[in-house]
């Protein structure tokens, strides 16, 4: 079935044909090279003779990925002709639309040359044929390694005017080529030594940090947005020239591969509430922690003495911090350092260690 590239008074988004052109990233390099977009050489690949051809006239690095797919799920990287034999016999026999969903439409493979460069996500919003909103994040280290995992990501990019200015003219030459008129649009680039080319495009909002980051850089919903586009809905969004906040988050990958098979101490769903008691000879201090849907609790402190009930108020999410601000502040004669002394510091050192016992031993600790 194909819908066309006109809005007939239905809903409004993108059409069919366009968006089985960008999917498979196979009919989408073609559509890059057939409309004079900056594309590298690339070969389907449906067995050896394809992989001789590719290993005989192309340059390496290379890379073997599906045409179908996301999150960079059985894209590898190779660098000479036996990785690529290796690798593609690899990818034949783990490739399973049980491990990426995505892969329902198609297992076929394909190659191309590695671009070297310096990679970024553009996240667009395009309503009647206009942009009106971008962004540009750099990706670090996406290459890292023989997959293709980011290490890193900050907005708003650090590169250069120019190579930013040549990344965004090709995102909008291939939008419009495409014949995009509205949408969300997740644009995936990388600047080479050879200019500007294009990965692939998502045509939806980018997962993982993507709709946060713009939030808090650029005080931009994406999510909002993509409603307004949908109901029809004029969009006018005022200039931001500063970001309201310059961010960089770190990925964090195990040197090792596998499944989490289980997780202790912690219940199966949010929200959930941890408790702490410790008693003192001249009172208890009570600790609560709820959790209501992420690793970051809201904290509450409570101390009890002398038949009193009070709230310990406590900066931040770190009672540490706090401790280490008062040690600073007692040496600077700013602070009473009898509050926590050796002595004291000595004793919360005790218990910690009393506590980490008690959770791995599964037992009571008693200290003397």
């Not at 690339?42 to 690095?61: C, R, Y």
């Not at 044929?129 to 890292?144: L, P, Q, R």
Request: proline fraction near 6%; aromatic fraction near 10%.
């Amino acid at each position: 079935m194909d819908f066309g590239s006109e809005w007939d008074g239905g809903p409004i988004g993108i059409p069919y044909n366009i968006a089985r052109k960008v999917r498979n990233k196979f009919m989408f390099r073609t559509f890059c090279t057939e409309s004079q977009i900056p594309a590298p050489r690339f070969h389907i690949a449906k067995g050896m003779d394809d992989l001789e051809t590719v290993a005989t006239h192309f340059q390496f690095p290379l890379v073997i990925k599906p045409a179908f797919g996301s999150s960079s799920a059985y894209v590898m990287k190779v660098e000479n002709r036996k990785e690529l034999m290796e690798t593609y016999r690899f990818i034949l026999s783990a490739i399973s639309s049980s491990v990426e969903s995505a892969l329902t439409d198609g297992l076929d493979l394909f190659i191309e040359e590695y671009l070297d460069g310096d990679e970024v996500d553009i996240d667009v919003i395009l309503q009647n044929g206009k942009v009106k909103f971008t962004s540009i994040a750099d990706n670090y280290n996406k290459d890292k390694g023989t997959f293709f995992q980011d290490s890193g990501q900050a907005i708003p990019s650090s590169l250069p005017d120019k190579a930013q200015e040549e990344l965004l003219e090709l995102m909008e030459e291939t939008l419009e080529k495409l014949g995009i008129q509205n949408g969300l649009i997740h644009f995936e680039g990388k600047y080479t030594h050879k200019g500007a080319f294009p990965i692939e495009i998502n045509m939806r909002m980018g997962g993982d940090y993507v709709y946060s980051y713009n939030k808090s850089a650029w005080g931009v919903d994406l999510i909002e947005q993509a409603v307004h586009i949908a109901l029809g809905e004029y969009i006018k969004l005022p200039p931001v020239d500063v970001p309201k906040k310059y961010i960089i988050g770190w990925d964090l990958h195990p040197d090792d591969s596998g499944m989490l098979a289980e997780l202790k101490q912690v219940p199966p769903g949010f929200p959930f509430t941890t408790a702490l008691r410790v008693q003192f000879e001249d009172g208890v201090l009570d600790h609560a922690g709820s959790f209501t849907g992420g690793p970051i609790p809201e904290e509450r402190f409570v101390r009890s003495g002398a038949g009193r009930w009070e709230a310990v108020r406590v900066r931040g999410q770190d009672p540490y911090e706090e401790e280490c601000r008062h040690f600073a502040r007692a040496v600077q004669g700013t602070a009473d350092p009898s509050v926590m002394s050796p002595i004291t510091e000595r004793e919360a050192l005790r218990v910690a260690l009393a506590a980490r016992e008690s959770l791995s031993t599964g037992r009571r600790v008693r200290l003397p």
